[in-house]
């Protein structure tokens, strides 16, 4: 699996937008900074949600309005900032792909994304007999600590992608490579036909 990822990250990056993008002395920085403002207006409207739906803050406002009100900027800012990912991703697809970063990040997606989804299900299933209540029910304030713990993995493993602390090129111990995907090029070559 791990050499199949790294031949499709190989072939992206013989395209020449990929490297017309990661070599651009503006693009790529304006698609980060895209990334990251779109970042925050998603998670900060999140945040309030979440935080309503703990009890912790405008417990005086209703939950159903505080998550509809908020709702539309946050899938637009959720939709921009997976279109930017994408384009990150793309501009620099063998080093992301041998990241342990990256796919711990991808995990944290996933889970991040199947908590949504039910959390959305149970809060609208049931809000008509809390909407009001200061202090939700405990699995709306369970999935709401799960949702914000899930995305500050996100913002954190993001953030490391950058760093090179666990690059297949380095001396890691051999769990972290199999882990970050690293394939000895010498093993491709000899597995390539």
Avoid at 79 to 97: N, S
Avoid at 139 to 160: E, K
Avoid at 162 to 191: N, Q, R, T
């Amino acid at each position: 699996m791990n050499e199949l990822l790294l031949r499709f990250a190989q072939w992206i990056d013989t395209q020449s937008f990929s490297t017309g993008l990661h070599e651009s002395y503006y693009l790529y920085s304006w698609i980060e900074t895209t990334h990251v403002l779109t970042l925050m207006v998603f998670l900060g409207m999140l945040a309030v949600i979440d935080l309503r739906m703990l009890g912790v803050a405008f417990t005086n406002v209703r939950a159903s309005t505080i998550a509809e009100k908020l709702d539309r900027p946050m899938i637009i800012g959720f939709i921009v900032m997976v279109i930017t990912g994408l384009f990150l991703f793309y501009a620099i697809p063998v080093r992301t792909t041998q990241s342990l970063w990256f796919r711990i990040k991808v995990v944290l997606l996933i889970a991040a994304g199947i908590n949504a989804f039910l959390f959305r299900a149970r809060m609208q299933a049931s809000v008509s007999t809390w909407d009001l209540d200061p202090k939700p029910p405990s699995h709306i304030r369970m999935g709401a600590t799960l949702s914000l713990v899930f995305w500050a993995g996100v913002v954190f493993t993001g953030r490391a992608i950058a760093y090179d602390w666990f690059d297949c090129h380095k001396d890691i111990p051999s769990w972290v490579g199999v882990a970050a995907g690293c394939v000895a090029d010498a093993e491709l070559a000899m597995a390539s036909p």
